[in-house]
């Protein structure tokens, strides 16, 4: 007597367990929606210095970039069913946060106040900008490279917001023109639109930096 | 080619996302142009400057914690949310404080009856050991009857289920911790018929442990 076919294996399935096999993000986010309170923290863990630098570049302050943190997060809790392993997560967790950052400042009480490099007792020296090797440089070229950061971080801040998501989302965070247009929720021509124009607005502001 | 089609194509080209077509078309114009090609120069120098920023922050540990906690209510609320739209489980707080009411009256009506009948004093599967007293009732049950203390199910006396039954809502399948034997519920069927309570013996064999019957409760 023949065997009895198996039951086949749903396609969902076995496609999300092969991507969560080979992107990790994918494995941890399939995790959390399992329900695993340890892989939410390794997820938050993971993404959150991330998260809270583009929106503090986005939002151009610390104290509302904290709090859309905290809210990303706890939407991707909500929503953590709505995740699909077809796209990227990282794709995914800033399309959450422009979507936050976005609406934060379209509140008009909210007035863009750009004070990242504020004196907040050593905190920025962790995230000031990358030196070169002090060896190879001379302390001249330093400070210019750290003033060119500053000027380059109070330029990015004063880009028109879609402006700034754009170029923040491309040059950042490693999101290709199909994932920006995604987070933007616009077509691709118009992200190359953005980023032309912000990319031009950039170079005119900072010409004496050049 | 306009010296404004090829800076715009510059930056494309810089990501290297240009189509092949007109990336050929922007190397023949910067072959051309010292203006272009000093532009794409300094497209190449900002985007250098923009590649050297920081892209993460250093997250303080009270973000962290606000976080979690936050997640943590919102955790608890789905929750409660779920229950609430749980069909089974509003049957089950309705009915189930209604079997164990009966249960109770039941319990005070067979332990009236072998204390009237029987010099031992009944037992009541749920109650501690007591002198013949009549178990506090129902509301509805008359002032003048004596009672017996300790009607109401003692905690120590709840008998922790072997098996969760498999009906149950997700919610309560969930917390095995929330269902206990309580004996009268497998009894229920003779709570339906009082006229054979005076015959019935109460079963209180709830496959305790040990084994042991125990008639006294």
Redesign the interface.
């Known amino acids: 007597m023949p065997a009895e076919p198996a039951d086949p294996v749903p396609v969902v399935e076995s496609a999300a367990a092969s991507r969560a096999a080979a992107d990790p993000d994918v494995a941890l986010m399939l995790r959390v929606q399992a329900g695993d309170q340890a892989a939410f923290q390794e997820l938050f863990r993971k993404f959150s210095p991330r998260i809270l630098k583009f929106a503090r570049r986005l939002v151009g302050n610390d104290a509302r970039a904290e709090e859309v943190t905290q809210d990303v997060f706890v939407q991707v809790f909500r929503f953590r069913d709505r995740y699909r392993p077809e796209s990227r997560l990282s794709t995914w967790l800033f399309t959450i946060t422009t979507n936050f950052c976005l609406n934060e400042l379209r509140r008009p009480e909210r007035r863009l106040r750009v004070d990242l490099w504020d004196d907040r007792g050593g905190e920025d020296r962790a995230e000031g900008p990358s030196l070169p090797d002090p060896d190879a440089i001379t302390p001249e070229e330093g400070a210019s490279s750290r003033e060119l950061a500053q000027q380059l971080d109070a330029a990015i801040a004063a880009l028109p917001p879609k402006q700034r998501a754009a170029i923040l989302l491309s040059r950042f965070d490693g999101l290709n023109y199909q994932d920006v247009a995604a987070a933007l929720g616009c077509t691709e021509g118009a992200v190359k639109a953005l980023v032309f124009r912000a990319t031009q607005s950039l170079k005119q502001t900072l010409k004496d930096y050049l | 080619m306009r010296c404004e089609r090829a ?2 194509w510059i ?2 080209a810089l ?1 290297d ?1 240009l189509a092949p077509r007109r990336r050929r078309a922007l190397d023949t114009h910067l072959a051309a142009c010292p203006s272009c090609r000093q532009e794409i120069e ?2 190449e ?3 250098g ?12 540990v009270r ?2 914690q ?3 906690r ?2 943590r209510i ?2 608890a609320e ?1 929750a409660e949310r779920q229950a609430e739209r749980a069909p089974g489980f509003r049957w089950f707080r309705v009915m189930v404080p209604a079997f164990a009411a009966a249960a109770t009256v039941a319990v005070a009506l067979v332990a009236t009856q072998r204390s009237a009948t029987s010099p031992a004093p009944a037992s009541v599967a749920t109650s501690k050991p007591a002198p013949p007293q009549v178990a506090k009732a129902a509301p509805r049950k008359p002032e003048s009857e004596p009672r017996v203390a300790a009607a109401k199910p003692a905690p120590r006396e709840r008998t922790q289920l072997a098996a969760v039954p498999v009906d149950l809502p997700v919610e309560l399948s969930e917390r095995p911790d929330l269902l206990f034997a309580l004996p009268m519920l497998h009894n229920l069927d003779k709570v339906e018929h009082f006229e054979k309570i005076q015959t019935t013996v109460v079963d209180d064999d709830m496959g305790t442990p040990s084994g042991d019957t125990d008639s006294n409760g």
């Open positions: 800076q715009e930056v494309e990501e996302t300094t497209t120098r900002l985007f400057a923009l590649d050297a920023l920081p892209i993460e922050a250093e997250v303080p973000l962290e606000a976080t979690l936050a997640v919102a955790a789905e």
